[in-house]
T-cell receptor, first 117, second 114 residues
Framework: AQSVAQPEDQVNVAEGNPLTVKCTYS??????LFWYVQYPNRGLQFLLK??????LVKGSYGFEAEFNKSQTSFHLKKPSALVSDSALYFC???????????????FGTGTKLQVIP | KAGVTQTPRYLIKTRGQQVTLSCSPI?????VSWYQQTPGQGLQFLFE???????NKGNFPGRFSGRQFSNSRSEMNVSTLELGDSALYLC?????????????FGEGSRLTVL
């Protein structure tokens, strides 16, 4: 079975400082990894994904994520946080391997990012 | 290009009633999946449809059902509503058969059960 863990319910960071939102995963095959952001009373918006290739993935709004196979992690990062980045962030995984059948997307529990002015 | 459209956006029902939620995917998207979002449980997968076939189902009771039409529009139904069904129901679409594509979410239907 596939799973995703976001160990921090909330991350607080000062505006202008770098931010990191953590995500670890577990799959039996190849991991297809995604980050989404949700603003209050809205649906989720896609930020970036890792399928294969370069371990550093760049996405929307200046966000990037680093895939680390040995640590089974896919942490979201941004060099300089903005107040407008304050939102709920979800990591997600889909098993692209040989586990059989068609695998659903599994989401983490979400991390609330608070950027303090 | 229009995004994923969910209707209704808000609804209030009482216990025992049933509800039908609708989702129109992005034009050309053939896969539709549904999620239940609650503060305590996060995003829980309900089911996923591709070309009118359910190709995956989450761990929800049989009161939760769905279907997809030939135009890729999807509906989900919850019968015999319980207080615990109060949640934001999110629909997402994707191009379809491949599993590397990202999901495009609607704004959600917020259901309150009294």
């Amino acid at each position: 079975a596939q799973s995703v863990a976001q160990p921090e319910d909330q991350v607080n960071v000062a505006e202008g400082n770098p931010l990191t939102v953590k995500c670890t995963y577990s799959v039996s095959g190849n991991p297809y990894l995604f980050w989404y952001v949700q603003y209050p009373n809205r649906g989720l918006q896609f930020l970036l994904k890792y399928i294969t290739g370069d371990n550093l993935v760049k996405g929307s709004y200046g966000f990037e994520a680093e895939f680390n196979k040995s640590q089974t992690s896919f942490h979201l990062k941004k060099p300089s946080a903005l107040v407008s980045d304050s939102a709920l962030y979800f990591c997600a995984v889909r098993d692209g391997g040989n586990s059989g059948g068609y695998q659903k997307v599994t989401f983490g529990t979400g991390t609330k990012l608070q950027v303090i002015p | 290009k229009a995004g994923v459209t969910q209707t209704p956006r808000y609804l209030i029902k009482t216990r025992g009633q049933q509800v039908t939620l609708s989702c129109s995917p992005i034009s050309g998207h053939r896969s539709v999946s549904w999620y239940q979002q609650t503060p305590g449980q996060g995003l829980q997968f309900l089911f996923e449809y591709f070309s009118e076939t359910q190709r995956n189902k989450g761990n929800f009771p049989g009161r939760f059902s769905g279907r997809q039409f030939s135009n890729s529009r999807s509906e989900m139904n919850v019968s015999t509503l319980e207080l615990g069904d109060s949640a934001l129901y999110l629909c997402a679409s994707s191009l379809g058969q491949g599993i590397t594509g990202e999901l495009f979410f609607g704004e959600g239907s917020r259901l309150t059960v009294l």
